[in-house]
């Protein structure tokens, strides 16, 4: 059972644009992490928020974290042709030793 | 730095043939994990281990053994491989628990088909 789900599931946009992806789960957390997947590759690690953090920054990305609504948002400014790929938010919930992923959002960035 | 790396790539097997997949990571990490991954599912953990000589099951473990005899190996294997394995299976390393937290650090992926 995965414990985020990425909303929304596909997502395209204009060059340029700003992209914006959803991530809710279910149970407390230590920390929450965004991952983009391009086509045919694994996994690479953008981002990781800590629970008592409310947002940060990393280049053109920017999380927020919400707890009381069990919530997490990915923003991708200034979207290039190379961002178009899935993007999975993961959670470690603390007791647990593995990270849970969600199903992903697949984002189009048109040229 | 090699990271994670995952042999082999691609490969096609016939219902009821064994094979192992290997996967390697040269960060000294702790703990390693095999996930699988189909359209429209995410990523689902087969089985993961927290240091060498330990392993234990994760959310799909039915049909899949794995071993970890060194650390900076995890071994997956398929006993009698069945259709229902077809799938892109990947390894992931992380450290121990820490105060930064833990991220993961993938391979590229074994594309595994049974026919």
């Known amino acids: 059972s995965q414990q985020g789900e990425e909303d929304p599931q596909a997502l395209s946009i204009q060059e340029g644009e700003n992209a914006t992806m959803n991530c809710s789960y279910k149970?407390?957390?230590?920390?929450l992490q965004w991952y983009r997947q391009n086509s045919g590759r694994g996994l690479v690690h953008l981002i990781l928020i800590r629970s008592n953090e409310r947002e940060k920054h990393s280049g053109r990305l920017r999380v927020t974290l919400d707890t009381s609504k069990k919530s997490s948002s990915l923003l991708i400014t200034a979207s290039r042709a190379a961002d178009t790929a899935s993007y999975f938010c993961a959670t470690d919930g603390g007791s647990a030793r593995q990270l849970t992923f969600g199903s992903g959002t697949q984002l189009t960035v048109l040229p | 730095n090699a990271g994670v790396t995952q042999t082999p790539k691609f490969r096609v097997l016939k219902t009821g043939q064994s094979m192992t997949l290997l996967c390697a990571q040269d960060?000294?990490?702790?703990?390693m994990y095999w996930y699988r991954q189909d359209p429209g599912m995410g990523l689902r953990l087969i089985h993961y281990s927290v240091g060498e000589g330990t392993t234990a099951k994760g959310e799909v473990p039915d049909g899949y053994n794995v071993s970890r005899l060194k650390k900076q190996n995890f071994l997956l294997g398929l006993e009698s491989a069945a259709p229902s394995q077809t799938s892109v299976y990947f390894c992931a390393s992380s450290p121990s628990r820490g105060t930064g937290g833990r991220s993961y650090t993938f391979g590229s992926g074994t594309r595994l088909t049974v026919v």
């Open positions: 149970t407390s957390i230590n920390n």
């Open positions: 960060m000294n990490h702790e703990y």
